[in-house]
């Protein structure tokens, strides 16, 4: 079978499809379907990062409670790349963060 242009092209298409970079991103939290061990921290089996959950307010109220927790994750690196160049950055207050957003009161 001779080599045409065609099969040139193939190759080569899927030697570029298979060079796409891919990310290292660590997912922070715990996301649905993962799997999880652990005590009183949550470690994802499948990144090995580390949730602590540690409770400051429970209150039962009307209809809903009030929980407030502060989370921390143990991944608080991620890349962040700025005009080809690829750099580690940190994440947001080191990756501690309450169980409520800060604009739902």
């Given at each position: 079978m001779p080599f045409t242009h065609r099969s040139f092209v193939a190759i080569l298409v899927i030697v570029l499809a298979a060079a796409v970079p891919i990310s290292a991103q660590v997912?922070?939290?715990t996301p649905p379907f993962g799997s999880y061990?652990?005590?009183p921290d949550i470690v994802?089996?499948?990144n090995l990062n580390v949730r602590l959950s540690i409770p400051v307010l429970h209150k039962p109220g009307r209809g809903t409670d009030f929980t407030y927790d502060l989370n921390y994750d143990s991944s608080?690196?991620?890349p962040v790349t700025v005009n080809g160049t690829t750099t580690w950055t940190p994440v947001v207050n080191w990756s501690w963060a309450g169980s409520?957003?800060?604009g739902s009161g």
């Amino acid at each position: 079978m001779p080599f045409t242009h065609r099969s040139f092209v193939a190759i080569l298409v899927i030697v570029l499809a298979a060079a796409v970079p891919i990310s290292a991103q660590v997912q922070n939290g715990t996301p649905p379907f993962g799997s999880y061990a652990g005590g009183p921290d949550i470690v994802d089996l499948a990144n090995l990062n580390v949730r602590l959950s540690i409770p400051v307010l429970h209150k039962p109220g009307r209809g809903t409670d009030f929980t407030y927790d502060l989370n921390y994750d143990s991944s608080v690196w991620f890349p962040v790349t700025v005009n080809g160049t690829t750099t580690w950055t940190p994440v947001v207050n080191w990756s501690w963060a309450g169980s409520v957003p800060t604009g739902s009161g």
